[in-house]
DNA sequence: GTGTGTCTGTACGGCAGCGCACTTTGCGGC
DNA sequence: GCCGCAAAGTGCGCTGCCGTACAGACACAC
């Protein structure tokens, strides 16, 4: 968990470039990166932080497509050549970021041959994750979704703690306050976590796992898949 | 209607060297270009017919999550050096396309800058309206989402009406083939179309946009924006 | 015509999640 | 200790969609 999993599986030599292009920043949740049709100005490759991408729906509501941690990058519409995005970049949990800037990431992508076909994949991933997602959304109840979201975070947050109170946790999922009380109840009835005012501690994993549906490993398989061991 | 958009707005002599590399193919409803996991060999730019990319959902059930006319491409995830895809693609109204091998895609990417501009716009788009429609699924109705999905085929059909039982129209908006039909009768009930043994009729157009939701307009202002007039 | 299969419409109990309102629990400040 | 407040839990009626079953409508072959 010392530095990005996109820029660590690169070559040293690309590597140091790449870090010399970065500034370390701190992000402390509640942050927002940027807000829709926002230009955004950084590109962000968390270290041990957590960001949450939202979609607005309506006016008011928010959902969540995808979640980031030390996996993965945001700003990839940059890749794209466009310097926006639908989404809504918040921060989940407070942690260490590596920042480039916009023009800093061009430069990088046409020197780096090997980071632009990183980056790539990395825009294959996600885009399969959205696929996922939407399907997810659409047939699971809220139960095996609250599961794939716990592990999700879980996952990126390193530690077996998460801090996020249920309101919060609604809006991620999309749904009333109460449904997550519910659903998290259930959980916890089966000594699976343990959720006290915005801290909830993952007493099972094997069981959350359990609890879930396929789509957490599905997820995480196509990952694997594309950006996984061969580096 | 006599050309692909994605490739009718580059100069005149990309498209020559472009459609030199291409084989005109009919596709014919019910054809599958290819399944998902499954190496994709060709790309496709539909002329007049139309294309549905489906997720399957667990073993059985498949969702449609974005339907493809001349507006935009097959194959996109090649834009990644990705030649598979989580998707089926499926023809849902006959008519002609553009085929190009994948090695000959790969070769006019490097060799035509503006193409490869081109696509990765439209991969932006693409992105944008699949976050478009995870949200939608979560919180609009089967009424809206209906109305949606018609206004969108009605665009890439040309022709006023569309030929699809109930039955198929339900697996694409993943729900029940009743809920189709008690949603489709409210919309007959309005005037705003018929629906008889697989042939829909739009009546009212204007009416048909008023019953959809705002994602209809949310995703063709990204189309428009992107890839819109500048060509 | 008659028969057959497909497509469409109707009916009904069940349930997950909704909106709303209220209570209880725990933490921090004074 | 007590208060104030945010977080978490409970109750209740409602609705949209589900699963299932069945009945009519139309197209086509013979």
């Known amino acids: 968990m010392l530095t990005n999993r996109l820029l660590g599986s690169l070559r040293r030599n690309d590597q140091r470039q790449l870090f010399a292009g970065c500034k370390r920043v701190e992000l402390r949740t509640g942050d927002i990166l940027w807000q829709p049709q926002q230009r955004i100005r950084h590109v962000y490759f968390p270290i041990d932080c957590i960001v949450s991408q939202l979609i607005p729906v309506d006016a ?6 995808a979640i980031v941690g030390n996996e993965g990058m945001l700003g990839d519409t940059l890749l794209f050549g466009v310097n926006n995005s639908l989404m809504q970049s918040l921060v989940q949990g407070s942690g260490t970021a590596l920042q480039m800037t916009s023009a800093m990431f061009r430069r990088q992508l046409e020197q780096l041959p090997a980071f632009r076909r990183k980056l790539d994949l990395y825009a294959f991933v996600l885009q399969g994750q959205l696929a996922l997602t939407a399907a997810c ?22 530690s077996g703690s998460i801090d996020l109170t249920q309101e919060l946790l609604a809006e991620m999922l999309g749904v ?48 694997e898949d594309a950006l996984g061991y061969t580096g």
């Open 60 to 65: 008011h509501a928010h959902l969540e497509l």
């Open 137 to 158: 959304l659409r047939f699971h109840s809220l139960d095996l979704r609250l599961a794939r979201w716990l592990l999700m975070a879980h996952d990126r947050s390193g």
């Open 176 to 223: 009333r306050r109460v449904g997550v009380t519910n659903a998290a109840g259930r959980l916890q009835k089966l000594k699976i976590l343990s959720y006290s005012r915005g801290k909830i501690t993952i007493l099972d994993r094997a069981g959350l796992e359990q609890a879930s549906c396929a789509c957490y490993r599905a997820s995480e398989a196509l990952y």
